[in-house]
């Protein structure tokens, strides 16, 4: 069985959109990952931007690595669940090497400072506040 598209869906309701079926749980997978990556660019092009408008570039480029990690971060999580859904039965923690080598790197570097590197890295913490509260709350 196929999931139809939103756009060519019909205009009746469908079993098959409904379905518990693998293909269809991992289509809403697939689309929350690229839902939370797209919300996490975007918070931190915005949080970039008014970083460098109140402390300046420096600390805005700190926040800048710190959004990068929480990317590539959030990639390898989607990553780990979705092997998951493959007949894995346990998470990796090779993600969690990210964040560890992020604060390392900002603790050991002079440049560095790891305030704005640690809070550049929740921004998908943010990203998945922004997808509970859209999803949560009644849309007008």
């Not at 996490?40 to 710190?66: H, K, M, P």
């Not at 990553?79 to 969690?96: A, I, M, P, Y």
């Not at 900002?106 to 890295?121: D, K, M, N, S, Y």
Request: glycine share 6%; net charge positive; aromatic share 10%.
């Amino acid at each position: 069985m196929t999931v139809p598209d939103s756009a060519s869906a019909p205009s009746a309701p469908s079993t098959v959109a409904h379905s518990p079926t693998k293909g269809g749980s991992m289509v809403e997978f697939y689309q929350l990952c690229r839902e939370l990556f797209t919300t996490s660019l975007v918070l931190a092009a915005i949080a970039f931007g008014a970083v460098w408008l109140i402390y300046g570039l420096n600390t805005a480029l700190n926040y800048l690595l710190g959004a990068g990690a929480s990317l590539i971060y959030l990639r390898l999580l989607a990553r780990s669940v979705e092997r998951l859904g493959n007949g894995h039965k346990k998470l990796l923690k090779t993600q969690l090497l990210v964040v560890v080598v992020v604060i390392i790197l900002a603790a050991r570097w002079q440049e560095l400072h790891i305030i704005p590197v640690f809070l550049g890295f929740l921004t998908y913490k943010a990203a998945i506040l922004v997808y509970m509260f859209r999803t949560v709350l009644p849309s007008p």
